[in-house]
């Protein structure tokens, strides 16, 4: 079969490779769609992981083998799979903390080399402890959409974190793909979303998709020290909607540390801050730490799935409650995954979500 594998920093090499052989308690599907996502970006970019490696894990596709212990699936079946599913059982479960639990941690979909996710590949082989996490496409549903649960899920339980009341006021900074799923399932949360971007585009859709208020940000990186222009419009703003209160919490879906310390000042005492962005490790970085220690402003971060939504997200995509086919505007065939993982990584006023899907 063809697969796209990583070699090293920003080499991904079209290369023929065997189909993964499945055991008896295990799927083999054929990829549909695989978006791309930035922790696979990164990956690629820094090197962060040795190679060779098989990337892509917001996959979607058929059951075209099914192990004779793989009960409940059957060849044909249109899915959508769950590269990480948690135990259940250990501590860090317990605690809900499933990001940090040691079978959660590890890849359970492949299409050869070191586990990691194997969709910019032609098949994957599913593993059985990620087969909880397979959940069935409706007729009427795409693969595309199928490919966009996980990343939803993460938003979902980013949104989650937050404690907020029907009609409060929450900032979403970024109206990249992440972002304007955070606008949407906030408005349908009953929340008065502000959203800012630097594009234009972008904040045309999040009005669409339930912003009650945008702001276009003219200088992504201000200095500290200077009120700029945007800060200003936008505090005056915030001031105005919450009658001088603040904002009850701030999505913060930029890598942007600037932006955080706005942020910081722009929640109400008891508000939040979350970080949806901030993945890249050793960059530290100032804070008054008053603010969360006086004011009670907690600063959290969300990372990854929440195996238990699963349900949640799946209504919300197949309803179309949260229409995930307005996101994507880009789809690539699987020889050109490489130039699928360079626009993702540089986004143009048109590009949000960029797949790879590969005809059938
Ligand atoms: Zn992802
Ligand atoms: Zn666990």
């Not at 970019?45 to 699936?73: D, Q």
């Not at 972002?179 to 904040?203: K, N, Q, S, W, Y």
């Not at 603040?246 to 310390?261: Q, T």
């Amino acid at each position: 079969m063809r697969a796209v594998v990583y070699r090293g920093p920003n080499t991904l090499q079209l290369e023929t490779v065997p189909v993964p052989p499945i055991g008896h308690g295990e799927l083999l599907v054929r990829v549909s769609v695989c978006g791309v996502c930035p922790t696979d970006i990164k990956k690629i970019h820094y090197g962060t992981v040795p190679p060779p490696r098989v990337f892509g894990h917001e996959t979607a596709g058929t059951i075209v083998r099914a192990g004779a212990r793989a009960r409940g699936f059957k060849v044909g079946q249109r899915v959508a799979l769950h590269h990480h599913v948690p135990c259940n059982e250990c501590h860090a479960c317990r605690h809900h903390a499933f990001a940090q639990c040691e079978q959660y941690k590890r890849t359970g979909i492949t299409a050869g080399f070191e586990p990691a996710g194997g969709g910019y590949a032609e098949y994957v082989r599913v593993m059985p402890f990620v087969l909880p996490g397979v959940v069935n496409i409706p007729p009427r549903n795409s693969f595309l959409e199928g490919a966009m649960l996980e990343p939803v899920n993460t938003v979902l339980k980013g949104v989650k974190r937050l404690a907020l009341l029907r009609g409060d006021t929450v900032l979403v900074a970024g109206q990249g793909p992440i972002g304007l799923m955070f606008t949407r399932l906030l408005a349908l949360h009953g929340m008065r979303v502000v959203a800012t971007d630097l594009i234009p585009e972008r904040l045309a859709l999040a009005r669409e998709f339930g912003a009650a208020r945008v702001v276009q940000i003219r200088n992504p990186n201000p200095a500290p020290s200077r009120i700029t222009d945007h800060a200003s419009r936008l505090s005056t703003l915030i001031t105005k909607l919450t009658g001088g209160r603040g904002l009850d919490a701030a999505v913060i879906a930029v890598p942007s540390d600037a932006v955080v310390r706005e942020a910081q000042g722009l929640v109400r005492g008891g508000g939040q801050v979350l970080l949806f962005s901030h993945t890249k490790r050793g960059d530290p970085a100032t804070l008054d730490l008053a603010t969360i220690c006086v004011d009670e402003k907690d600063l959290i971060g969300s990372y990854s799935a929440d195996f238990l939504l699963q349900a949640e997200v799946a209504r919300l995509v197949f309803s179309r409650k949260l229409d995930v086919r307005r996101l994507i505007t880009h789809q690539f065939p699987l020889a050109e995954t490489a130039a699928a993982v360079d626009l993702a990584a540089h986004p143009t006023a048109e590009s949000l979500k960029v797949v790879v899907a590969q005809e059938q």
